[in-house]
């Protein structure tokens, strides 16, 4: 038996002569936040739409639960949550009846579905909204309605097509929270995505698509597993430090840009570099405030494959 929630086998699809996606292979293994990472138009969502079975490969395999889809596609969706990229269509239901409405198409009893909808509904943060028509909803709110929707039933896995697309700041800070704490609780979580940072902080498996195909997968911590060798350095005398740096012959290059310091380590010399820059800002009475690599690994990884500081 497969070790993976979600398996696919060069998944293709065409749009008459358009390659959408291109011989795919995922391999998203059981209680992972595996994010699908690339650029808008990169086939994410047409990945995502033939994993629930509402798009045909053109050829391919794909198993979910070991089991085949679309061919066992009422099975899986038994176990499945998904939150689609487009808002929720049912716009004359308030949110009460629309989560009811598709507790009962899950299986649940009249009484149970009404429970389930309570419960969700305090739980995206909408529950003070209950009796207005999905129609009165800002975006941001039929987003969390949606993320309701697809967790009714407790489902195993879920997957996520631009879950915070339309959350404010706070809304995007409070969902990776949940997501985070759901795969704590076992589930299994497949997020698609083109905002790095958002990645970086729920995910621990990934896979990066472009034009279709897969640049890469695995971990996280083994993708990006090579030493940054630039930083962003803010000292209370930057001044000081850089003039130190200046003087190091395993700083290859160092100079103040908007109040930072940036500062390119030859990365054979790592070692020296962590040990003698914090000494000297101690022994000098210099607080370190900052003190990061200048790209996020992550983003590193896209500007290699990709060519671009982030996805776009």
């Not at 959350?167 to 949940?178: M, N, S, Y």
């Not at 990006?224 to 200046?246: H, I, K, M, P, Q």
């Not at 100079?255 to 000494?279: A, H, I, K, N, S």
């Not at 990061?292 to 500007?303: C, G, V, Y």
Request: hydrophobic residues 40%; glycine residues 8%; charged residues 25%.
């Amino acid at each position: 038996m497969s070790t993976y929630i979600i398996e696919t086998r060069d998944l293709t699809k065409f749009f008459g002569k358009r390659n959408i996606v291109y011989h795919l292979n995922l391999k998203v293994p059981k209680g992972v936040v595996y994010g699908f990472l690339g650029p808008n138009g990169a086939g994410k969502t047409t990945t995502i739409k033939m994993l629930t079975g509402a798009l045909r490969p053109t050829y391919g395999e794909i198993r979910i639960f070991g089991m085949e889809m679309p061919q066992k596609r009422v099975e899986i969706m038994k176990s499945l949550g998904y939150m689609p990229e487009a808002p929720i269509a049912y716009e004359d239901m308030t949110i009460f009846e629309f989560l009811t409405y598709m507790g009962r198409l899950s299986g649940l009893e009249k009484d149970e579905a009404r429970e389930s909808a309570k419960e969700l509904m305090r739980y995206v943060g909408v529950g003070r909204l209950a009796l207005n028509k999905i129609k009165e909803l800002s975006s941001g709110q039929k987003q969390r309605v949606t993320f309701a929707a697809a967790l009714i039933g407790n489902p195993e896995l879920l997957i996520l097509d631009e879950p915070t697309a339309n959350l404010d700041p706070l809304g995007r800070i409070e969902f990776t929270g949940k997501i985070v704490s759901l795969a704590k609780e076992g589930k299994t979580i497949f997020v698609s995505s083109h905002i790095v940072s958002e990645v970086e902080k729920m995910c621990n498996y990934v896979g990066l698509i472009n034009q279709g195909r897969l640049i890469a997968q695995g971990r996280i911590s083994e993708l990006t597993g090579v030493e940054e060798s630039e930083y962003d350095v803010l000292t209370s005398d930057n001044a000081r430090a850089l003039e130190f740096l200046r003087e190091k012959p395993y700083v290859r290059e160092s100079w103040e840009e908007e109040g930072t310091l940036r500062v390119r380590v030859d990365p054979r010399f790592l070692d020296e570099f962590f040990l003698q820059f914090p000494r000297y800002l101690s022994s000098q009475g210099i607080r370190l405030k900052l003190f990061k690599p200048h790209t996020s690994p992550l983003e590193r990884i896209l500007m290699e494959k990709f060519n671009v500081g982030e996805a776009e």
